[in-house]
């Protein structure tokens, strides 16, 4: 079994998406439920109030200063691109923005911010999405390594409770959640 350190659920379904398409068909836009997958996952993360309200509009066609787009790729805010490592599995999350840069926009002239209204890229890490989901993580449930969770993890009637949930192979607080309530047959692992 593979060891999913720390990674939730819906992060896990996020992973699958980005991986899923060949190298070859790079890059790949996302659209209708996964677009609002991963536009949910932003707002469950630490760039819900830097990135996320400059992200592009797709539902009018316009930037939110209401400019027009120019082209499709404009249309879909969010794409996965071929990393910059070898591997064929090596991949990045970009996503289309306005500017300035919301980060970069007081560091200083050595860091150019863009300008406003500027259409602009930022490659988000696919760690950063549903970083603060309140859900079960990988190791937390039986097979969830083998078992692919999308699209059933992004239904808004998904449910943790029908799931067999065991012990990780590294420590996690029991910090209230209900899933990590200890019982009597908690499996211990040894570590090498």
């Not at 996952?41 to 539902?59: F, I, N």
């Not at 992004?154 to 959640?177: C, F, N």
Request: hydrophobic letters at 35%; a negative charge.
């Amino acid at each position: 079994m593979p060891v999913w350190q720390n990674v939730n659920l819906k992060q896990k379904a996020i992973f699958e998406i980005i991986q899923r398409e060949d190298a070859r068909n790079l890059p790949y836009y996302l659209k209708d439920e996964e677009l609002d997958f991963f536009i949910i996952g932003l707002a469950c993360g630490p760039h819900a109030k830097t990135y996320l309200p400059q992200l592009v509009e797709r539902e009018r066609g316009t930037l939110l200063s209401h400019l027009t787009f120019r082209t499709e790729k404009d249309k879909n805010p969010i794409y996965i691109a071929r990393g910059y490592a070898p591997p064929t599995y090596s991949r990045v999350l970009s996503q289309l923005l306005q500017g300035p840069d919301p980060l970069m926009k007081d560091a200083g002239p050595n860091w150019p911010s863009g300008s406003s209204g500027e259409l602009m890229e930022y490659i988000v890490g696919w760690r950063w999405l549903y970083a603060y989901w309140d859900g079960p993580l990988v190791d937390e449930v039986e097979n969830a390594w083998k078992t692919p969770q999308w699209p059933d993890i992004a239904r808004r009637d998904w449910t943790w409770e029908g799931l067999r949930m065991v012990s990780p192979p590294y420590w996690v607080p029991e910090d209230g959640r209900p899933w990590r309530a200890r019982t009597e047959d908690v499996t211990t692992h040894r570590m090498l």
